[in-house]
């Protein structure tokens, strides 16, 4: 059972574009929502991240806007650059006593000049 | 300050052997946790080790196992090796179990190759 659903698979951006990457999730137990970002040869990299009860956080160029009744969430990567180029993960989790991410199947972002 | 280490970072193995490899999480660290990466199906947890016990597990076949020592350093092992084990897996350690406010980081992973 797939409980993070992210969209698209792969995104073609033009430098100084914006970014958009969508997640939805089922379970309704989650609690913080991290994005990795991993680079080929690399492992995935914290991102950014947002707890469910603050609609939405920035940091420098990456913003995760939350909607909870809908439950989805994105990123947005504001002025893409060639060097954002990597594939992206959202990820949930319930926080408490595991640490047991679960992740979206990935969108591979190419940023062109 | 070190970040989570992982060896080997490339092996090749043959069908029906075993493999262990190793993480060493950052200093301070005491929850690691082990995925799995394919192409085909993502990012998958195997399971989470905090002080020398397992606290979580994925659903995986017990062909995959793992244990934590006194140090935090941790091994997983997966025996009797098939041609769909061949993956990147990743360790990640955090500060303590659970996720609000508590990053976790991950190593570069361990290729494995099972021919």
């Known amino acids: 059972q797939q409980q993070v659903k992210q969209s698209p698979q792969s995104l073609i951006v033009q430098k100084g574009g914006i970014s958009i990457i969508n997640c939805a999730y089922e379970?309704?137990?989650?609690?913080?929502f991290p994005w990795y970002q991993q680079f080929p040869g690399k492992g995935p990299a914290l991102l950014i991240a947002?707890?469910?009860?603050?609609s939405e956080k920035k940091e420098g160029r990456f913003t995760i806007s939350f909607n909870k009744s809908a439950k989805q969430f994105s990123l947005h990567i504001m002025d893409s650059q060639p060097g954002d180029s990597a594939t992206y993960f959202c990820?949930?989790?319930?926080?408490?006593?595991?640490?047991?991410?679960?992740f979206g199947t990935g969108t591979r972002l190419q940023v062109t000049l | 300050k070190a970040g989570v280490t992982q060896t080997p970072r490339y092996l090749i193995k043959t069908r029906g052997q075993q493999v262990t490899l190793s993480c060493s999480p950052i200093?301070?660290?005491?929850?690691v946790s082990w995925y799995q990466q394919t192409p085909g199906q993502g990012l998958q947890f195997l399971f989470e080790?905090?002080?020398?016990?397992?606290?979580n597990k994925g659903n995986f076949p017990g062909r995959f196992s793992g244990r934590q020592f006194s140090n935090s350093r941790s091994e997983m092992n997966v025996s009797t090796l098939e041609l769909g084990d061949s993956a990147l897996y990743l360790c990640?350690?955090?500060?303590?179990?659970?996720?609000?406010?508590?990053?976790?980081?991950f190593g570069e992973g361990s290729w494995l190759t099972v021919v």
């Open positions: 990640a350690s955090s500060r303590r179990q659970g996720a609000s406010g508590n990053t976790i980081y």
């Open positions: 200093s301070g660290h005491r929850s």
């Open positions: 990820a949930a989790i319930v926080s408490g006593t595991a640490s047991k991410l679960t």
């Open positions: 947002i707890r469910p009860d603050v």
């Open positions: 379970n309704t137990a989650f609690d913080y």
């Open positions: 080790y905090f002080s020398e016990t397992q606290r």
